[in-house]
């Protein structure tokens, strides 16, 4: 990971991983899922809203790898603590080309490092229920499925 750099970054940073974000949402719209439409819908700047909202009160970090020659961002992890000290990964996404050069596990590594750092209480992950491959790769770090919530498909 020498051609590689790892920049950390607070809820500024967030802008420089729109790209990457709008990535892995198209990812998730091609997933066969009953909700297509939301991944259609969504935009980056309501992400980043919620995620904003989400923080308020609490912190976030951003752990972004980026190509130390060409500057293109590679892949990104966003970690938020509520006010009620609870951690969540709320995404995280590796360029296509880079997979299995171990990113995804320097960004996580980074995540739960960040939040045993800052005390939290519980540690969080969503996963579209789609996406058996991320399923996997969370259990590696010790998450496990503890509820399934179901929502209606309109």
């Not at 909202?53 to 790898?65: A, D, P, R, T």
């Not at 996406?131 to 790769?137: D, E, L, P, R």
Request: aromatic share 10%; hydrophobic share 35%; proline share 1%.
């Amino acid at each position: 990971m020498e051609d590689i750099i790892f920049i950390e970054a607070d809820a500024r940073g967030l802008d420089l991983i729109q790209s990457l974000w709008e990535k892995l949402n198209h990812h998730h719209r091609q997933q066969k899922s009953d909700f297509q439409e939301h991944y259609e819908n969504f935009t980056f700047f309501e992400r980043s809203k919620t995620l904003l909202k989400k923080s308020l009160g609490g912190e976030m970090h951003i752990g972004m790898l980026k190509d130390k020659e060409s500057g293109i961002m590679l892949a990104y992890c966003i970690t938020t603590i509520s006010s009620e000290r609870e951690g969540e990964i709320d995404s995280i996404y590796v360029e296509e080309k880079c997979r299995g050069r171990g990113f995804g596990d320097k960004l996580i590594k980074r995540s739960l490092e960040w939040m045993d750092e800052k005390g939290v209480n519980k540690k969080t992950v969503r996963v579209s229920v789609s996406n058996q491959k991320a399923v996997s790769f969370y259990e590696r770090y010790g998450f496990r499925p503890r509820s399934l919530m179901l929502e209606q498909v309109s």
